[in-house]
């Protein structure tokens, strides 16, 4: 992809965000912010944990992503007995007596990890180590995955009897943390009408894996002016109780605040929830924007919080 200039290229990154956004939304109904959400952080080259009940399509959001991007896609169902070599792969012995990898389901460009809170931290270490690292170590060995490489997590809040819950210091890995709410009454008969004949949706592929990676260089290119980088780097420093900018609530409230990793993640959100609607430099408008999504699994309420019905969403909005 080659652009005159920066301008052009930001032009069209918005005219393809809303080309792959109506065409998702051929098959994914009325889950817009949640879509919104997973573009912005496959364009921001970071990973999206999906908290939501069973049932609301996130398999068939996170496929028909694959398909509009045309990458590759692999499902990986997280259970107790799951191992690290199922995801990562293992050496097996071939028939000319040397030892080979044989690469697990991890190198593709996208990949569902369904219900990661069901499977012992082993095997949990081994993906988030996948996630930072954008490789995999076996045998000694370290074996490069494909570009782009996105993670998309899926949690169920219910039925918490035998899961192993993320770790804060894991969850910190994921850029997003998206919670799936119930369709709308509309919503739900139109998906109710789709889903229940023969109609089939046929899905044109907008953009591929090297256009990906130019706009994930080209969003990390936008400008960023130094009072928006302020007002980011502040309301990160508002979430940590007992510090200088932590708000009366939060030090009564909140247990612990979130780390830089936090303030990094709002500026690149920023710079690509810009760029997606159009504008050419983020503003603290976009910061806000993308702000509860990035916030709300590095906060952690106190018992006083829980106790109170206060909920870390609430805490969130009150330090804009």
Not at 68 to 92: K, Y
Not at 168 to 176: I, K, S, T, V
Request: with cysteine.
């Amino acid at each position: 992809m080659e652009f005159d200039n920066d301008i052009k290229a930001v032009d069209a990154l918005h005219q393809s965000y809303k080309s792959i956004k109506a065409e998702i939304g051929k098959v994914v109904i009325g889950q817009d912010e949640i879509i919104k959400s997973v573009l912005i952080s496959i364009f921001s080259n970071g990973h999206c944990l999906l908290v939501g009940v069973p049932g609301l399509a996130k398999t068939l959001l996170v496929q028909t992503v694959a398909n509009v991007l045309d990458l590759n896609f692999n499902r990986i169902q997280f259970t107790p007995d799951l191992m690290p070599s199922d995801i990562i792969g293992a050496e097996i012995l071939g028939e000319d007596r040397n030892f080979k990898f044989i690469n697990g389901p991890i190198f593709s460009n996208i990949i569902l990890a369904d219900e990661i809170n069901r499977t012992p931290p082993k095997t949990q270490a081994a993906l988030l180590e996948a996630m930072q690292e954008k490789a995999v170590t076996a045998a000694g060995l370290t074996h490069i995955l494909p570009k782009p490489f996105f993670v998309l997590a899926t949690q169920n809040p219910i039925e918490q009897e035998g899961t192993y819950p993320l770790p804060e210091a894991q969850l910190d890995r994921f850029m997003f943390n998206v919670h799936l709410g119930y369709p709308s009454f509309e919503d739900e008969l139109t998906i109710v009408k789709n889903t229940t004949s023969n109609n089939e949706v046929k899905l044109n592929k907008i953009i591929n894996a090297s256009q990906i990676q130019y706009f994930q260089k080209l969003v990390r290119n936008i400008p960023v002016t130094d009072n928006v980088v302020e007002y980011a780097v502040k309301l990160v420093s508002k979430t940590r109780p007992n510090t200088s900018l932590a708000t009366e609530e939060v030090n009564k409230y909140v247990n612990w605040g979130a780390g830089p990793r936090a303030s990094q993640f709002l500026i690149i959100g920023a710079k690509c929830h810009a760029a997606i609607t159009g504008k050419y430099a983020p503003d603290i408008e976009d910061i806000q924007a993308v702000a509860e999504a990035i916030l709300r699994h590095r906060i952690v309420r106190n018992y006083r919080a829980e106790a109170e019905g206060l909920s870390i969403e609430n805490i969130i909005k009150n330090l804009y």
